[in-house]
């Protein structure tokens, strides 16, 4: 079947400006990150969802942000006022959990760049 | 606190000269430790695993829990190796997050 897909696959906002973006994981994973890239930093890890758990919303770096899964599959990432230090790269992955409950391969989107004016 | 080092982030080898990549990690309980590469305009995907003790194109990692390192090696770079690698950290105590190094940029120059 498809891969993660992620939309749009590029964003050009105004500073002030919300924005939605979206990840569709691989069906049947019941986990599913947002992370960002930015340049010279890696991925940084924004929030984790996994089944019907409550979120792991420890890495977003401000309240402007927010995600969320619903009906266990398409999620979106929310970014109300944008300033310009939120242009990166965000990138989706998911994956399943195995049976003895270990971390499983995550499989990653082709991402969104955001650049923020 | 879990933690990756990736203490390079630029690498460069020729061809055919042995490459490695270091990474060192910070973690408590059993780590579940993951190189992950990004090629030239694809997706980030995964390279290997350390409990699959698997070579994949060549590569291959060791877990060294007494030194706390998943340093990814290979005895004979190819030009196609070039790329970003990630070093990446899990475990049943960081609940299935993952933890991922600032990335090293490997150039094999032909």
């Known amino acids: 079947g498809a891969g993660v897909s992620q939309s749009p696959s590029n964003k050009v906002t105004e500073k002030g400006k919300d924005v939605e973006l979206r990840c569709d994981p691989i069906?049947?994973?019941?986990?599913l990150y947002w992370y960002r890239q930015s340049l010279g930093q890696g991925l940084e890890f924004l929030i984790y969802?996994?089944?019907?758990?409550?979120?792991?919303k420890s890495g977003l770096p401000s309240d402007r942000f927010s995600a969320e899964r619903t009906g266990g599959s398409v999620s979106t990432l929310t970014i109300q006022r944008t300033q310009q230090e939120d242009s990166a790269v965000y990138l989706c992955a998911s994956s399943s959990r195995t049976s003895g409950g270990l971390a499983d391969t995550q499989y990653f989107g082709p991402g969104t760049r955001l650049t923020v004016l | 606190a879990q933690r990756v080092t990736q203490p390079e982030k630029l690498l460069s080898v020729f061809k055919g000269a042995p490459v490695e990549l270091k990474c060192n990690y910070s973690y408590s309980g059993s780590p579940e430790l993951f190189w992950y590469v990004q090629y030239s305009r694809q997706r980030l995907q995964l390279l290997l695993r350390?409990?699959s003790r698997e070579s994949i194109k060549g590569f291959t990692a060791d877990l060294n829990k007494g030194e706390t390192s998943f340093h990814l090696k290979k005895p004979f770079a190819q030009e196609e190796d070039s790329a970003m690698y990630y070093c990446a950290l899990s475990g049943r105590g960081t609940g299935n997050q993952f933890y991922f190094g600032t990335g090293t940029s490997l150039t094999v120059i032909p």
């Open positions: 069906s049947g994973h019941t986990a």
């Open positions: 350390h409990i």
């Open positions: 969802f996994q089944g019907n758990s409550a979120p792991d």
